[in-house]
């Protein structure tokens, strides 16, 4: 009977401590800050503007989306393919609830969206689902070769009109490259890391010192 059915969320994934959140709000703002001032930004502003000459603010181009997470599992409340699957699984429930340290290990900027890629341990890797990965093929082709838990990240923030889903996608079309072979050009040494340009507006700062969150490994409803 329905009493017996699961109640299936929007999602599972590892949500940040309140105390981290506004640590890593407040890094991802002065990165943008910066990048904002440097000439080398300046110089392929066009992918953000769309026009020579004119100028973009970082800081007011993106939108926050809620509440800091890492998605690990898209369910819409079980329409989403494996979702119920998913939510079946022993390391789920065995898991649920329980906290995390997640490695924040880079930041990436594109016209779309602003993010951090989280760089799993083995043991978060057993709550990743097996086909995230090959689920953005349809998008980023390469997806599908790139290791599990690649598209692992935090959306900071949209540019208008964007659904957070593009962030994981962005971030997979910049380790595509790199997969590719493709160095991007290391564009400076900041104080945080190494600031890289993949070309089309893709940015990736590799932070020298990767951030601790911790997070819940839980699941949103609504
Ligand atoms: O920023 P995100 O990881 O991207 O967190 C939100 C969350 O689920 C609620 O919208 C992510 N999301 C939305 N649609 C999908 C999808 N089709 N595949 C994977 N993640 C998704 C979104």
Do not use: N
């Amino acid at each position: 009977g329905p009493l017996e059915e699961v109640s299936i969320p929007f999602y599972f994934g590892w949500f940040l401590l309140s105390s981290v959140q506004d640590k890593v709000r407040c890094t991802s703002m002065d990165f943008l800050k910066t990048l904002d001032t440097l000439e080398a930004f300046k110089k392929h502003m066009i992918d953000f503007t769309g026009k020579a000459e004119k100028e973009v603010d970082l800081e007011q181009y993106f939108e926050a989306k809620g509440t800091l997470h890492c998605t690990t599992k898209f369910c819409d409340y079980g329409k989403a393919e494996g979702a119920k699957e998913y939510a079946l699984k022993p390391t789920v429930k065995d898991f649920y609830g329980s906290t995390f340290e997640l490695s924040l290990s880079a930041l990436f900027v594109t016209p779309r969206t602003v993010g951090a890629r989280v760089s799993l341990t083995e043991e978060q890797l057993l709550l990743w689902p097996d086909d995230a990965e090959k689920e953005a093929a349809s998008v980023v082709p390469a997806a599908a070769s790139l290791p599990l838990g690649s598209r692992a990240h935090v959306t900071l923030g949209c540019a208008e009109g964007v659904e957070p889903v593009q962030t994981g996608l962005d971030l997979l079309e910049i380790l595509a490259l790199q997969q590719e072979g493709q160095q991007g050009e290391l564009v400076e040494e900041m104080e945080l890391g190494s600031l890289t340009y993949y070309g089309e507006g893709r940015w990736l700062l590799s932070l020298r010192e990767p951030i601790c969150a911790p997070a819940c490994f839980s699941s949103f409803y609504t």
